[in-house]
């Protein structure tokens, strides 16, 4: 077994000055697709190439407004796709379930050569809801197989092990809890069999898993990840490798919110001017507006909005929108 890399980035994507050839994941971006996503459930149906093989893995995509399944507000949080327009997602651990874990799989451009070197990554990003998905773990990883698993039910680990017993295996041992940024989580192994498939998701069952609550009820809840830009390739240059392209890099011209949980003034702070701020509740609504004066720092008085998670929209001077997420106690 081989342990992934966690590496946090805001807002980065891969080097894309190599041909897409060099990935044996098809539809690693989850940009194409059968039809647009109306509903949870649709990743075998309506992504092309992927399928669930455990649970039921979700497909979000911008190209449908039904707001639960869309990009980048979603029924599990707010998240802007890393590239492209869509994302996947998958549940890693919930408290009402024993055991319960999803996979998502897709079969490879070519099958794998044994004895030589593979080098993985993709990225993940924590999704929030305050009331069930409130929870963040660690045991999200990748296996190889060589056929395709149908979606299995079974939690008993006895009945059904843990694919770590197998090879070709890679898994993230911390706990990722970033809501706001894209980790990519790498890895490499040396083949040791014609591997044809690719599984990604919940790797551990509970007994091995850890977990924290990041905000509200920490009786129950889940833990579930968004999933972009999944790559496998003999070059760790190409799978590994970053370079800022569409995406503005996470030092150019930031824009910092603090405090973040908040309670009564937020403070915005930003290399360039800032025209307005406009807040939304994680339905999608507008509850607070208000003008900051092309000011590159500003607080604003957030007292009046009850507690919970918020998306807060920010617009400069050029007429660029950015977003951050707040909690506000």
Partial sequence: ????????????????????SQNLVPNGSFEEYIDCPTALDMLGT???????SRGTCDYFHACKSTWGVSVPSNLFGFQEALTGQGYAGFVNFETASVNYREHMSVELVDSMHQNEEYFVSFYVSSAYEETWMNK??????????TVKHSSLW???????PSPLNGNGVILNEAIISDTSSWVQLRGSFIADSSYTYLVLGAMLFDVDIDTISIEGNTTYGSSYYYVDEVRVSTDSSYAWGLLPARIPSINSNPISIY???V???LKIQSTDLLEMVVFFDMNGRKVKEEELKNQT???VDVGDL???FYIVQLLKKDGSWHSKKMINN
């Avoid at 309506?46 to 669930?52: I, L, N, P, Q, R």
């Avoid at 963040?136 to 197989?145: C, D, K, L, R």
């Fill in 1 to 20: 077994m081989n342990a992934f890399f966690p590496l946090v980035l805001a807002f980065a994507v891969l080097n894309c000055t190599h041909a897409s």
């Fill in 46 to 52: 309506h992504c092309e190439g992927w399928f669930s």
């Fill in 136 to 145: 963040a773990s660690n045991g999200q990883g990748a296996y190889f197989t």
């Fill in 154 to 160: 079974d939690e008993d680990p006895e009945d059904n």
């Fill in 259 to 261: 405090p973040n949980p």
């Fill in 263 to 265: 309670s009564e003034h």
């Fill in 297 to 299: 720092t500003s607080s």
């Fill in 306 to 308: 009850p507690p919970g």
